[in-house]
């Protein structure tokens, strides 16, 4: 990405050129410059500021479906990392001034002190429509001097860029040194009951969180790390968090997923988490046409019945049986089931091994700005780990139908 700071404001034009070459021309947003990815479409009305600070959005360009962008501002308790990911920004209407008892800053001015190239004034909901009928794409934005250069340069410049299929990506968005976060920062009031290895290949701020309000310390790890770092950790199970990229490249982590399903740990996977489990056990993955991008997608929990209605984040899915359970193809671990599945279209959005204490999911339980449907699966994971330290040997021997039908303070409130 390239800024030029203070050449053009908020009113400069600016236009989003697409790979098929279908171009949208509106004003500038945030920092006036370039910015390159792939363009996505997230259907969410409200949580902006969480999906921009979401790292999973690293390389991609997020057009907001919603037509109004920015009225409650910003403010540094809910952002889900330590800066903006998204590498540009799409939105009908900013809001001219937000107005909220929390904000204290402008979504505009934060986006152009992060240096985020955006565009607004364009109409995001026949954007959204159609990157549903080609499917996302590579794009870029361009404005202030750079959007006056030919149509025929700037297309040949966003058709030059690499493509989110084969991109590894995790490690760059990932801490570059573990750090630690306690029950007690969170209210928890008491010994921690366990500790959860949390490997960071995208990590959000709240599932850590999630974790601490449940009296689970959480190690974040870098997503480099080895099984022996896990180990080092003296964790009592192994998590793996959402994340960027294209989950066939994460060769390093499906083969230490591998060794702490050899070891029976208790393991919870979020997203990209699903993803590395699905290939732990010998499934393959594929790119969506468009993804699931919104905080409304209706999933079935085909072991209750239930539906819940969740937030996802997600372009690539897991290749696996929806009739089941099957063996893995990697046999050793036993059968698996898909857990659930995304009612739109049947893309696979949870796995769960029958004969060992792993699961995932496929959309996001921590999320923050809701819905909260799902937060009962932190409690299964914690479920999976008091029952291996029971079992004293290490291994949780638990059967997936035997998880806790509990339900969580957040499913009471509701
Ligand atoms: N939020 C995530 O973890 C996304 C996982 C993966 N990068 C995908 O797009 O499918």
Redesign the pocket.
Known sequence: MTTHAGVAGAGAEAVLILEDGRSFRGRSYGAPGTALGEAVFATGMTGYQETIT?P?YARQLVVQTAPHIGNTGVNRDDAESRRIWVAGYVVRDSARRPSNWRSEKSLDDELTEQGVVGIQGVDTRAITRHLRERGAMKAGIFSGPDAARSDAELLAEVKGQRSMEGFRLAEEVSATARYVVEPSDHGWDGEPRFTVAALD??IKAMTPKHFAQRGVRTVVLPADSTYDDVVAVGADGVFM???????STADAQVSLLRHVLDARMPFFG????N?ILGRALGFGTYKLRY?HRGINQPVLDRRTGKVEITSQ?????VDAPLEGPVTAPEERFGRVEVSHVCLNDDVVEGLACLDLPAFSVQY?PEAAAGPHDSAYLFDRFIDFMAEAARSGDGSGKLDASEVSKAPTPAQEEN
């Open positions: 979401d999973s290949l995208g968090s959402n994340g960027p990229g294209d989950p979020i997203c990209f988490g993803q993804g984040n997600h372009g690539f899915a996001h």
